[in-house]
Nanobody, 119 residues
Framework: QVQLGESGGGLVQAGDSLRLSCAASGQTFSIYRMGWFRRAPGKQRELVAAITSGGITNYAGSVKGRFTISRDNAKNTVYLQMNSLKPEDTAVYYC?????????????WGQGTQVTVSS
């Protein structure tokens, strides 16, 4: 059983930066696809950024150029560096992990961390 724990959320002003961290328990972290999702009030959850076991990244168009996902397999941790934050980035951010050998694509989820960006 993989457990994920997010940290780093908070209340910031537009233009500020935050770095979210997601620490994973488990022994096979290095093979997982890792993703950051977010759910804004009244909206569906969306994929913000993803990184494969090989380090290939993908971003939602709304965050590309501002957010960076990275992973440190030695620390079983994935990060989301968020720069130039906008009020529209306000959401609960979730870390997710997917075993490429299993379905669904993301089978493990963290509890979420709140990010609030004021104007």
């Amino acid at each position: 059983q993989v457990q994920l724990g997010e940290s780093g959320g908070g209340l910031v002003q537009a233009g500020d930066s935050l770095r979210l961290s997601c620490a994973a328990s488990g022994q096979t972290f290095s093979i997982y696809r890792m993703g950051w999702f977010r759910r804004a009030p009244g909206k569906q959850r969306e994929l913000v950024a993803a990184i494969t076991s090989g380090g290939i990244t993908n971003y939602a168009g709304s965050v590309k150029g501002r957010f960076t996902i990275s992973r440190d397999n030695a620390k079983n941790t994935v990060y989301l560096q968020m720069n130039s934050l906008k009020p529209e980035d306000t959401a609960v951010y979730y870390c997710a992990a997917g075993d490429p050998r299993s379905v669904p694509e993301y089978g493990y989820w963290g509890q979420g961390t709140q990010v609030t960006v004021s104007s």
